[in-house]
């Protein structure tokens, strides 16, 4: 399941939900990606975040169908806010189920990892020096490789 949206989140509701009669996954593995005060040696104050609603989706459906048959989950949530965000606010979710702990911790890395450079969110950042648009660090481009 997929949402895109201005409205925060709560991580224990999002858990409770995937957990929520499902009897067949011994494994839930959870990452929550939240706005620093820090970015490149520069104080954050906030982040602007937009994004073209139907291509997000389909880029974000296409790396959880990835996942799926790179791995053996069950339930998949990935959450992405999008908006003016501030310091501390959430940004993305992303949970997954598994029979085992080693499918799921794989599957939630490589679901964050390809959302980081594949999903089409554009960041703006605001700064003590200023607004600064935001491109996918060589570090992201490199995670994502690790996983070919």
């Known amino acids: 399941m997929i949402t895109i949206s201005e409205q925060d989140f709560n991580t224990g509701d999002e858990i409770a939900t995937l957990q929520a009669g499902n009897d067949d996954d011994g494994a839930v593995v ?3 990606g ?10 954050v104050t906030g982040l602007f975040l937009e994004h073209y609603p139907n291509m997000t989706e389909n880029a974000l459906s296409s790396i959880i169908s990835e996942a799926k048959t790179r791995w053996s989950i069950g339930r998949v949530r990935v959450i992405h806010r999008v908006g003016q965000l501030y ?5 993305v979710f ?3 189920t598994s029979k085992h702990r080693g499918d799921a911790f794989s599957a939630a890395e490589y679901i964050m990892d ?9 960041k703006k950042e605001t700064t003590s020096n ?9 570090q992201d481009h490199q995670k994502a490789r690790d996983w070919l």
């Open 30 to 32: 959870t990452f929550t």
């Open 130 to 138: 200023g607004d600064e648009w935001l491109d996918a660090k060589a």
């Open 94 to 96: 992303v949970g997954v």
């Open 114 to 122: 390809y959302l980081k450079i594949k999903a089409p969110f554009w």
């Open 34 to 43: 939240q706005v620093r005060n820090q970015n490149n040696n520069q104080d």
């Open 87 to 91: 310091v501390g606010d959430n940004i």
